[in-house]
Structure formats: C-alpha cells, structure tokens
C-alpha cells in the first residue's frame, strides 16, 4: 500500500506536468525530480499512508488548466478527506493557479466530515506540540546531507525550479511561484530555522496557528512539502520544456534526470528503519494463529494501543483492543465496559470473572512483557484468576 501510492503521488506529478503541455523527457525530468526527494516518502515510509498521499490534489490542480473546475474542486475535496492540511493547501494552491467557482465543491465530500468533526471541533485547537513542530529546515530546502532525508528535497530541485521561474517563457511563471512560495510558507512551520530545532527567525504562520480555529493541531507543517516538491518539479519541467527546443531540450532533460538519480537514493535513506526490529510477543502471537480454531477473540492485558494492535496483524484474531470489536452474546453487556473493566486492573484493579469475558466472546488473554510498556498485571495475579497459562504469556479463560 505504501509502495502503491507514492507510484501514485509520482504518477499525479506526471499527469500534472502532462496538463501543463510537457511531453517526452521534460515531462519525464518532472516526475524523476519529484520521485529522487527523499522528503517524497517521508509519511509512506514511517507507515502514516493517508497523511503522505497527494494524487487526488495533484490530479486535481491538473485538471483547472482544462476547464474542468468542479471535477477538480470534488478531487482536493477528497485530497482534505485525506488529510485535511494538505486539502487546504492545495486548495489555496488552485485559487492561486487558476480560480474559479467550481472549486467550492471541495465542501461536498468535507461536509459529512466536518458534521462529524463539529461536536468536538473545539478540541482541535490545542496546545503547541511537546516535541516542537516537524518542519522542513532551510537546509532541507538545499537538500545538504546534514539534513535528515524525511526533510529534505533533491538538491538541485530548488534551483532547478527557481531558475524555471526566472525564465519569461516559462508560461504562468509568476503564478507557479506564488504557488510553490504558499506551499514552501507552511512547510517550514511557524518558526523557521537551519535545523528543526533550531529557529532563526518567526513566521507570520506562527500567529495563523495561534489564532485561525482548527489550524492549532497543524503540528507537522513539514507535510505541506509534500505539495511543494510536485510544484517545484513541474515548474522546473516548465522552464526546460519551454527556454529549449529539439535535441537541446532532450539533452538537457536527460542531464536532469540522470543527476536526479544520482543524487536522489531516497528509499535507502527515507526508509523507517533500516534493519528488521524484534517484535514483543511474536512467538504469543504465532501461537494464537496456529490454535486459531480454538480461540475466539483475544484481550492483550499491555493496555489498548499500538502495542497491542501491532501483533493483531500476526494472530490476526479480534481484539478488545480496537481493530475489531467482538460481539457479545445476547444479554453479555456493551464491551466497553469491559474494556474499562480491564483497564482498572490494568491500574491495580481487580481483574474481570472469567464468566464476564467469556460472555464478551474473549476466549484468550495475552500478557507480553514488552519493554517500552511492561506488563503491569502480576503473573501470580492471572494465575489465582484465571489458573496456569497454557502457553507462555496466553491464558485460556475456562
């Protein structure tokens, strides 16, 4: 999945730079610019796939030129069903490169979103982050290797595209500017610096989050980069496809791409972890698929979280923990319930009567010991309340 939509971000870039009239290797320079930033992969590599997908804006932007602005504004409607910022983003992007009234559909598909969103829209507004905004340092922007490769672009991309815009036969140059400069604007954050931690001076971005409701939770400014990178390389695809002509624009397309390559190796560096981690419970959860005939749904007694969810794909059980809700005998009572149950054992509580789990439709209780969050129920506890485990860190309710 991860895989399958930066191919699609790539494949947005392409047909983008296609609306705009590249064709042949400038549209291909375009696309190879965008692929080799390592910024590019940034979300899809750490897992976070709504987040780090940005074709249906793309595809969007790409069909204004066309004068097809209601099927554009319905695609970055859906880009802020994704995730929201980057839909605002790049629906400033559009009014910047080519307004017009049908890009007010974007409310459509928001809306049963936002109805959602309403009765706690006042909690979105929160405080500042408690690790600092991630954002995309000014060195990030030059692609210098001192920069961690979530936050960095290609390094010639920035000059490549600045140049584009110098150019005065690179058609709409001053709007394609003002595009990336708003994209660019918010991927740097609120106080931008040479490093993510390090400001060098405030941006007025800085009062916007403060102030404007709903842009309190923009705590990752630097996915906005995202949106800058496919900007930056269709502009650059511009200048070629339009400053040159015949075997000069091949050529030079070619040089482009090849210094992209050479320079970009983004999935090596851009990758989450670049060795296999040991997995907490693993040998648990394999003996769960193998008895998968005798086990119903599993409680993990670690607490409900990521820790838990993350052996779910390996036992690939239901889970009171969230992924999916077991369904309780008739008269069983709501599982809620239960889950609090557990979690005041989990804060020293007595533990649940087997026959209440049961009713629930839990058949196993996993207890892993994982070190960043240990087992705070007592072995001796689970085995005066539910007997002897029946396999290491498993216990079959009776």
Same mark, same amino acid.
């Given at each position: 999945?991860?895989?399958?939509?930066? @191919?699609?971000?790539?494949?947005?870039?392409?047909?983008?730079?296609?609306?705009?009239?590249?064709?042949?290797?400038?549209?291909?320079?375009?696309?190879?610019?965008?692929?080799?930033?390592?910024?590019?992969?940034?979300? $899809?590599?750490?897992?976070?796939?709504?987040?780090?997908?940005?074709?249906?804006?793309?595809?969007?932007?790409?069909?204004?030129?066309?004068?097809?602005?209601? $099927?554009?504004?319905?695609?970055?409607?859906?880009?802020?069903?994704?995730?929201?910022?980057?839909?605002?983003?790049?629906?400033?992007?559009?009014?910047?490169?080519?307004?017009?009234?049908?890009?007010?559909?974007?409310?459509?598909?928001?809306?049963?979103?936002?109805?959602?969103?309403?009765?706690?829209?006042?909690?979105?507004?929160?405080?500042?982050?408690?690790?600092?905004?991630?954002?995309?340092?000014?060195?990030?922007?030059?692609?210098?290797?001192?920069?961690?490769?979530?936050?960095?672009?290609?390094? $010639? @991309?920035?000059?490549?595209?600045?140049?584009?815009?110098?150019?005065?036969?690179?058609?709409?140059?001053?709007?394609?500017?003002?595009?990336?400069?708003?994209?660019?604007? &918010?991927?740097?954050?609120?106080?931008?610096?040479?490093?993510?931690?390090?400001?060098?001076?405030?941006?007025?971005?800085?009062?916007?989050?403060?102030?404007?409701?709903?842009?309190?939770?923009?705590?990752?400014?630097?996915?906005?980069?995202?949106?800058?990178?496919?900007?930056?390389? &269709?502009?650059?695809?511009?200048?070629?496809?339009?400053?040159?002509?015949?075997?000069?624009?091949?050529?030079?397309?070619?040089?482009?791409?090849?210094?992209?390559?050479?320079?970009?190796?983004?999935?090596?560096?851009?990758?989450?972890?670049?060795?296999?981690?040991?997995?907490?419970?693993?040998?648990?959860?394999?003996?769960?698929?193998?008895?998968?005939?005798?086990?119903?749904?599993?409680?993990?007694?670690?607490?409900?979280?990521?820790?838990?969810?993350?052996?779910?794909?390996?036992?690939?059980?239901?889970?009171?923990?969230?992924?999916?809700?077991?369904?309780?005998?008739?008269?069983?009572?709501?599982?809620?319930?239960?889950?609090?149950?557990?979690?005041?054992?989990?804060?020293?509580?007595? $533990?649940?009567?087997?026959?209440?789990?049961?009713?629930?439709?839990?058949?196993?209780?996993?207890?892993?010991?994982?070190?960043?969050?240990?087992?705070?129920?007592?072995?001796?506890?689970?085995?005066?309340?539910?007997?002897?485990? &029946?396999?290491?860190?498993?216990?079959?309710?009776?």
């Amino acid at each position: 999945m991860q895989l399958a939509h930066h @191919l699609g971000n790539i494949l947005g870039v392409s047909i983008l730079a296609h609306s705009r009239g590249l064709r042949g290797l400038a549209l291909a320079a375009a696309g190879v610019l965008a692929a080799a930033s390592p910024l590019m992969l940034h979300e $899809l590599a750490g897992g976070r796939t709504l987040s780090g997908m940005v074709w249906p804006g793309l595809v969007g932007l790409a069909l204004l030129p066309r004068g097809r602005g209601l $099927l554009a504004g319905l695609l970055i409607g859906v880009q802020g069903l994704c995730y929201v910022y980057t839909g605002l983003v790049v629906g400033l992007v559009a009014l910047v490169l080519r307004p017009c009234w049908g890009l007010a559909a974007a409310a459509l598909p928001m809306l049963p979103y936002l109805a959602w969103l309403a009765p706690v829209f006042a909690g979105t507004h929160s405080r500042p982050p408690p690790a600092d905004y991630s954002v995309l340092p000014l060195g990030g922007l030059l692609g210098l290797p001192a920069v961690p490769a979530r936050q960095r672009l290609l390094p $010639l @991309l920035l000059p490549a595209g600045l140049v584009a815009a110098a150019l005065p036969a690179t058609p709409h140059r001053r709007r394609w500017l003002a595009a990336v400069l708003l994209a660019l604007f &918010v991927a740097l954050g609120p106080t931008p610096g040479a490093k993510g931690d390090h400001a060098v001076l405030a941006s007025p971005l800085a009062w916007l989050i403060r102030y404007l409701p709903g842009l309190g939770r923009l705590h990752h400014p630097v996915r906005a980069g995202l949106v800058a990178v496919p900007l930056l390389a &269709v502009l650059a695809g511009l200048g070629l496809h339009h400053s040159l002509s015949g075997r000069a624009r091949s050529v030079a397309a070619a040089v482009l791409i090849g210094l992209a390559l050479a320079l970009g190796g983004p999935v090596d560096e851009a990758a989450a972890h670049s060795t296999p981690r040991p997995l907490p419970g693993l040998a648990a959860a394999r003996w769960l698929r193998d008895h998968a005939d005798d086990v119903d749904a599993i409680s993990d007694l670690t607490g409900s979280g990521a820790a838990a969810l993350g052996l779910q794909p390996v036992h690939g059980r239901p889970m009171l923990e969230g992924l999916r809700r077991p369904q309780p005998k008739p008269g069983a009572g709501d599982p809620g319930t239960l889950r609090r149950a557990l979690d005041a054992a989990l804060a020293g509580g007595p $533990l649940p009567p087997p026959a209440a789990l049961r009713a629930a439709g839990i058949s196993h209780l996993l207890a892993v010991d994982r070190p960043a969050s240990p087992l705070r129920v007592p072995t001796a506890a689970l085995r005066a309340a539910y007997g002897p485990p &029946v396999a290491p860190g498993i216990w079959a309710l009776p």
